[in-house]
């Protein structure tokens, strides 16, 4: 996966929209289901990030800035936010 991003508009306090960040990576992972690839998805997070990612979409550390979702986090941020 390759940089996601808020719009300014949404963002801190006064953000109108909650969860657009988990969302995006719910779709990815989706689609690497769909393509077969059992929801596996790689990404590199800001280093600020590593922590919350970690917690907010079960992705894993692997080193430097590098972090993957493996398929049990996938399947998991999937049922999330897609209900059916």
Known sequence: MHLIESAKFNK?????????PGNL????CKISVDKGYE?????????????HYEHSLGATHFRGLRMFIQTNAAIKLISQYFKS
């Open 12 to 20: 801190g306090k006064a953000k109108i929209y909650f969860g657009v």
């Open 25 to 28: 990576v719910a779709f990815a």
């Open 39 to 51: 929801g596996f998805l790689a990404f590199d997070a800001k280093s600020e990030l590593i922590k």
